[in-house]
């Protein structure tokens, strides 16, 4: 049998733990605690399983799914606050990217985009009323930010399947005048396993997609009010693990990619069931990510520590081969596409950073890498593309993706734990962190200040340019 990669190291470690107290007993001629030790590690393997076929069925009310955390006038409160969202015009006035609209000429790299990005960026920071919010009781998977300006409303998906929202702008005020306010959070089961991923449809913004480990993707939809299953697999199958999705264009076709190496394509006017899936490796992909301007190409990273583009017009059910093939020296933890379709930023267990331009002859070319920690790109194409990458030294760093240069360093002394997942808020001046405790922080504009005597002295990291030291 195959590695459980469902397992994380401390179940690893236990798992040998009992093996090697086995042996220990068989020498020492016990065969009753033999006994009793193998019956205990069979009861764990079956409670395991059982674990792995638990999914909740059919669509889910915001009332059956709600945390002892968030109360019945919570969650009605919250039903308000999203009922108000779906008011906003942002359906009509959204976009859609391609070529004709981006505004090059502010993208290439000239000083003035770089200068604006660098202004903007170095006017955040955390807010005064809290240094952090816990919004999910694990560690924290996963983020997304409605793009309304009016109203900061913040999605986190964590280990064991919560979905916690966090309003930023509002608080709950105390009765008593000796205690502070409480920041407004709001906390639903949506699934039973670790959420994966969770984003916005590309043309409605009042559906938020979620992935799960329990093999199923979920809409939640404001107007309903309820968590609605838009993909499902096969009870006959419980190892059907969704560890990415991304979604084309158009909001129609979600796609999902497995711990077992393998890529599907859902249609969600589709029975939930219903869908197309392709074989492309033999080990997890951990991240999948679809170019928005041109939506064939597919970019994979796997635990096999490649990044592979493909050209989803081309897989095959029986044998898909990639365009290119890109080796690390150690897995590859994600790979993203730029929002101008021109760029992939990767992430890698070897603690590396790397960017490589998209040509017209669609190859891949290694353009510069950095010593940090995960990446994010900023998802506004009309701005000079920048991307947030998290780092053991408790900060993020904000980077060019045009020639490297790190733009600004988000830090602060009460930041306490690694803000492993970043995200930018797609219509203003905002980023929110989350880390492994199920916090997060929202770095917000402040007053300008003059620059700390850390800033000044504060080290340039390693870039390489085309082969080249700068």
Not at 193 to 215: A, H, R, V
Not at 236 to 253: A, E, K, T, V
Not at 260 to 270: C, L, P, V
Request: aromatic fraction near 8%; include cysteine; proline fraction near 4%.
């Amino acid at each position: 049998m195959g590695e459980d990669l469902t397992l994380n190291e401390y179940e690893k470690q236990r798992l040998e733990n009992i093996r090697r107290n086995e042996e220990i007993l068989r020498q020492l001629n016990i065969p009753e605690l033999v006994l009793e030790a193998k019956r205990k590690a069979e009861q764990d393997e079956k409670r395991r399983e059982g674990e792995k076929r638990v999914r909740m069925m059919g669509d889910l009310d915001l009332n059956s799914i709600r945390s002892d955390m968030t109360s019945v006038d919570d969650t009605n409160d919250f039903v308000d606050i999203i009922s108000n969202l779906t008011k906003s015009n942002l359906n009509e006035d959204r976009e859609s990217i391609s070529d004709d609209n981006i505004d090059y000429s502010c993208i290439a790299g000239g000083a003035d985009g770089f200068k604006a990005v660098r202004m903007a960026n170095k006017s955040l920071a955390i807010g005064e009323k809290w240094s952090s919010v816990k919004v999910t009781p694990e560690r924290i998977y996963c983020i997304a930010i409605h793009p309304a300006k009016e109203k900061v409303l913040v999605a986190a998906g964590d280990k064991i399947g919560w979905l916690g929202f966090w309003d930023v702008k509002e608080s709950i005020k105390s009765e008593d005048e000796d205690e502070e306010d409480q920041p407004r959070t709001y906390l639903f089961k949506a699934h039973t396993k670790t959420i994966t991923s969770t984003m916005y449809s590309p043309t409605n913004y009042n559906n938020l997609y979620t992935c799960s480990y329990d093999g199923s993707i979920r809409s939640f939809d404001f107007n309903q009010a309820k968590f609605v299953e838009a993909f499902a697999y096969s009870d006959s199958r419980n190892d059907y693990f969704l560890s990415s999705m991304d979604m084309d264009p158009n909001g129609q076709i979600i796609y999902l990619s497995t711990n077992n190496g393998k890529f599907g394509i859902k249609d969600i006017r589709e029975p939930i069931e219903t869908f197309t899936e392709y074989k492309l490796l033999e080990h997890k992909i951990g991240c999948i990510s679809i170019n928005k301007i041109h939506p064939q190409y597919l970019v994979t990273s796997s635990l096999d520590r490649t990044m592979r583009l493909w050209d989803i017009r081309k897989l095959n059910a029986e044998t898909s081969t990639e365009i290119q093939k890109i080796q690390f020296s150690n897995s590859v933890t994600s790979a993203y596409w730029s929002p101008n379709g021109n760029q992939i930023v990767s992430s890698s267990f070897d603690d590396t950073v790397k960017v490589f331009d998209f040509d017209e002859e669609n190859n891949l070319k290694e353009g510069k890498w950095v010593t940090m920690f995960r990446a994010t790109w900023n998802p506004n194409p009309n701005v000079h593309p920048h991307f947030i990458i998290g780092n053991m030294g408790r900060s993020a760093e904000i980077m060019s993706g045009i020639n490297g240069d790190l733009i600004c360093n988000l830090r602060d002394e009460r930041l306490t734990a690694i803000p492993a997942v970043n995200a930018f808020h797609p219509n203003i001046n905002l980023i929110i962190s989350g880390n492994a405790s199920g916090r997060m922080v929202a770095w917000e504009e402040r007053v300008k200040q003059p620059p700390l005597e850390e800033d000044k002295k504060m080290l340039q990291p390693l870039v390489v340019i085309n082969g080249k030291y700068h």
